[in-house]
T-cell receptor, first 114, second 114 residues
Framework: AQSVAQPEDQVNVAEGNPLTVKCTYS??????LFWYVQYPNRGLQFLLK??????LVKGSYGFEAEFNKSQTSFHLKKPSALVSDSALYFC????????????FGKGTTLSVSS | KAGVTQTPRYLIKTRGQQVTLSCSPI?????VSWYQQTPGQGLQFLFE???????NKGNFPGRFSGRQFSNSRSEMNVSTLELGDSALYLC?????????????FGPGTRLTVL
């Protein structure tokens, strides 16, 4: 069965510091991995995805993610956090051989202090 | 290009009633998926439609149903509402059901069941 784990409910960082939001996954086939962000009372915004190829994926708003097959991880990173990055972040996975439904992690609240 | 639109944005119903939610995908997108978001269960996949056909269904009771029209617009219906159906219902569209295509989400419909 497919699953995604976001081990941290909340991540706190100071503005200007690097941030990492962790994600691990489990699929039986090839993983297609996605990161989304949700601001209060809003839908989800797509940040980036990993399909194949380069393990470092660059996305919107300066975010990037590193795919690690041996550790089955897909951590979201940003070199310098902004207060406006404060939001709820979701990691999601699709199994390339098992349909198109996105399986989401529980979400991680990122809080960036000034 | 206009994003995914959902109507209504907010809805209050009582137990036993039924409700219909509407979703208009991004122009040119032919695949529409629905998700339920609750604090306890997180984001859960309801179903996916493509070319007016349900391609995939999540683990929800038969009270939850949907359909897609020839213009790709989609509706979901919940009959005999229960208190536990209170949630944010998110619609997402993508070009087609190919697994590596990202989905773009609407702002959601907040359903409250009293």
């Amino acid at each position: 069965a497919q699953s995604v784990a976001q081990p941290e409910d909340q991540v706190n960082v100071a503005e200007g510091n690097p941030l990492t939001v962790k994600c691990t996954y489990s699929v039986s086939g090839n993983p297609y991995l996605f990161w989304y962000v949700q601001y209060p009372n809003r839908g989800l915004q797509f940040l980036l995805k990993y399909i194949t190829g380069d393990n470092l994926v660059k996305g919107s708003y300066g975010f990037e993610a590193e795919f690690n097959k041996s550790q089955t991880s897909f951590h979201l990173k940003k070199p310098s956090a902004l207060v406006s990055d404060s939001a709820l972040y979701f990691c999601a996975v699709r199994d390339g051989q098992a349909g198109t439904a996105l399986i989401f992690g529980k979400g991680t609240t990122l809080s960036v202090s000034s | 290009k206009a994003g995914v639109t959902q109507t209504p944005r907010y809805l209050i119903k009582t137990r036993g009633q039924q409700v219909t939610l509407s979703c208009s995908p991004i122009s040119g997108h032919r695949s529409v998926s629905w998700y339920q978001q609750t604090p306890g269960q997180g984001l859960q996949f309801l179903f996916e439609y493509f070319s007016e056909t349900q391609r995939n269904k999540g683990n929800f009771p038969g009270r939850f149903s949907g359909r897609q029209f020839s213009n790709s617009r989609s509706e979901m219906n919940v009959s005999t509402l229960e208190l536990g159906d209170s949630a944010l219902y998110l619609c997402a569209s993508s070009l087609d059901p190919t697994s590596y295509n990202e989905q773009f989400f609407g702002p959601g419909t907040r359903l409250t069941v009293l």
